[in-house]
């Protein structure tokens, strides 16, 4: 089975500065995505940044990138220019492949963007 | 992408009631699932939505207690039957709609409260 770990449960930023939100995940498969989530207080749930793990390449998207390390299990995001709107509480997500594409959660981060 | 709603978006029942979530996926979907969140907490699977056959329950929840439907590719319910106080939680929906991008949408939520 595989499971998601966050390590910081609570976290907050200056606007307009840098922050980064860590990740690790436990598996025995090769192939597989990570994905994280943002969760504002309204509740829906939104995709920030998705990372196949057979590229090395790390994904960006904007503000929002990653660094995913295979070897290691690690998948952090590091939000740039942070912004008032990214407070939210943020879930990494892993999905194996071919297994029907259900997604294993860790227990989020929540992320205060202070003015 | 999908649009996804639920209904309702909260609710407040009695213990011992029963209450049916519905979900609606705006296009087609391939597949379909139903989040159970803990206040302040991660989401958890409770199960797979199959269009046409029983729904493929995750471990710790039974089909007696969380029956599903899924009539066609749009739509779905959950039931959550003979409420306890321990049921209260958030009820997410989500939905994948195929292709390379294997990413996954949430519906808004329904916030349950069994007194």
């Known amino acids: 089975a595989q499971t998601v770990t966050q390590s910081q449960p609570e976290m907050s930023v200056q606007e307009a500065e840098t922050v980064t939100l860590s990740c690790t995940y436990d598996t025995s498969e090769n192939n597989y995505y990570l994905f994280w989530y943002k969760q504002p207080p309204s509740r829906q749930m939104i995709l920030v940044i998705r990372q196949e793990a057979y590229k090395q390449q790390n994904a960006t998207e904007n503000r929002f990138s990653v660094n995913f390390q295979k070897a290691a299990k690690s998948f952090s995001l590091k939000i740039s220019d942070s912004q008032l709107g990214d407070t939210a509480m943020y879930f990494c997500?892993?999905?194996?492949?071919?297994?029907?594409?259900?997604?294993?959660f860790g227990g989020g981060t929540r992320l205060m963007v202070k003015p | 992408s999908a649009v996804i709603s639920q209904k309702p978006s909260r609710d407040i029942c009695q213990r011992g009631t029963s209450l049916t979530i519905q979900c609606q996926v705006d296009?087609?979907?391939?597949?379909m699932f139903w989040y159970r969140q803990q206040p302040g907490q991660s989401l958890t699977l409770i199960a797979t939505?199959?269009?046409?056959?029983?729904?493929?329950?995750e471990s710790g929840f039974v089909i007696d207690k969380f029956p599903i439907s899924r009539p066609n590719l749009t739509f779905s319910t959950l039931t959550v039957s003979n409420m306890s106080p321990e049921d209260s939680s958030i009820y997410l929906c989500s939905a994948y709609s195929g292709g390379n991008y294997n990413e996954q949408f949430f519906g808004p939520g329904t916030r349950l409260t069994v007194l």
């Open positions: 939505a199959n269009q046409g056959s029983e729904a493929t329950y």
């Open positions: 997500a892993f999905m194996r492949y071919h297994a029907g594409n259900m997604l294993t």
């Open positions: 296009s087609q979907v391939t597949m």
